[in-house]
């Protein structure tokens, strides 16, 4: 591929950890409405869809029912936002990359299946220093990843070809929509999902450190 000109990384999983802020906060939402809450390590396994999947996700078998899902989202939301820093903090060495990728010329992006206030709170929170080209969560009337609609979107404001771009991620998900956008992926180990997915879903590269995705910027 050509020299990578925009870098665009997906939010949870892979810039930050978020996962124990989401576990509480969806656990005290099924509390509130009746339902059983669960370990913060099986969210993991919950997220990545958006936060309607991971609350179907969450509810019982039997309970997965459009009604229940608002009922937890209205709980959530409000929790959420109130509790969506407790825990939550950059993966080592996520600052120092992304000032490496500004350092170098390069833009940067996000794409999220977070809603957007969240990912804009989350990033201007602990990124303030980076100048991101976009920052895109999920919103009202576009698709979700792995549709790769966020990503042209991202493409066409940095006036970037896929072809010169990089997509990172943690999951399956993230490596589907980079193959699905003609993105080349790179998959990060440090995240919520397993090696073995992100080669199975056609991770083109796969990053165990930091310094692997600096090298490949480099090379």
Do not use: C
């Not at 299946?113 to 201007?124: D, R």
């Amino acid at each position: 591929m050509p020299p990578a000109k925009l870098i665009i990384f997906d939010l949870d999983g892979t810039l930050l950890n978020t996962i124990s802020d989401l576990a509480h906060s969806t656990n005290y939402a099924l509390k509130k409405n009746g339902f059983p809450a669960h370990p913060v390590e099986a969210y993991k396994h919950f997220v990545g869809n958006g936060i309607n999947k991971l609350f179907e996700r969450a509810l019982p078998e039997g309970g997965k029912t459009e009604e229940n899902i608002h009922r937890i989202r209205k709980e959530f939301l409000p929790y959420y936002e109130n509790h969506n820093t407790d825990y939550t903090q950059p993966y080592e060495g996520i600052p120092q990359l992304l000032k490496f990728v500004q350092s170098k010329g390069l833009k940067t992006a996000v794409a999220s299946n977070k809603y957007q206030q969240a990912t804009e709170k989350l990033i201007n929170r602990f990124f303030p220093e980076i100048t991101f080209s976009s920052v895109f969560g999920q919103r009202e009337g576009i698709p979700a990843k792995p549709d790769p609609a966020i990503v042209y979107e991202i493409l066409s404001v940095a006036a970037i070809a896929a072809t010169e771009s990089l997509y990172v991620g943690d999951s399956g998900v993230d490596m589907k929509t980079a193959s699905n956008a003609g993105i080349t992926s790179v998959g990060v180990t440090w995240g919520f999902r397993t090696r073995s997915e992100l080669e199975t879903n056609g991770a083109v590269y796969i990053a165990e450190s930091i310094t692997d995705i600096i090298n490949l910027i480099d090379s």
